[in-house]
């Protein structure tokens, strides 16, 4: 798998920073309107590669911690190329799980390696700074697909 541009990453920057100040919506992916953290990220791609990945079933606010199963991060195996969780850069997509014990359940797109842009339950998206908490819980860190040709 080719791997993307300055330019393509610039994409996907600008297109997350675009979603900065939809509310939060739970499972919603509708910009301006309302998202999640994964609503956010489809909504991301579909701008970017004008389709979904793959269809998303109807998920429960507490499903990682119901089921155990990393489906965030099969999902994004199955779509784009993990990376080294900490040799991120800007444009790339990054995994959390809250505690040790459970599933990555929180998606957010780096916009540099010390910022990233996110939608968090009680907030609009935004970009925050990547602090010591957030890197202590980023899980997985996956590059997006490039459109361009080897």
């Known amino acids: 798998m080719a791997h993307l541009s300055t330019a393509e990453r610039q994409h996907i920057i600008q297109t997350a920073r675009d979603w900065i100040g939809t509310p939060y919506r ?3 992916s509708l910009q301006g309107h309302g998202c999640d953290c994964l609503g956010l990220v489809r909504g991301i791609w579909r701008e970017i590669y004008h389709s979904e990945p793959e269809a998303v079933p109807a998920y429960s606010p507490d499903w990682a ?3 155990r199963s990393e489906k965030l991060a099969q999902a994004a195996r199955r779509n ?3 990376i080294d969780k900490m040799q991120f850069t800007g444009g ?6 809250w505690r040790p014990h459970l599933p ?5 797109i780096a916009t540099f390696d010390k910022t990233m842009v996110h939608a968090q339950q009680g907030a609009v998206v935004c970009e925050v700074p990547l602090s010591g908490w957030w890197l202590r819980h980023l ?3 996956f590059e997006f697909p490039s459109q361009e040709h080897e």
């Open 80 to 82: 784009m190329s993990e």
């Open 65 to 67: 911690e119901a089921d």
């Open 26 to 28: 739970h499972q919603a």
């Open 139 to 141: 899980s997985f860190s």
């Open 92 to 97: 790339d997509l990054l995994l959390f799980r």
């Open 104 to 108: 990555a359940k929180h998606l957010a």
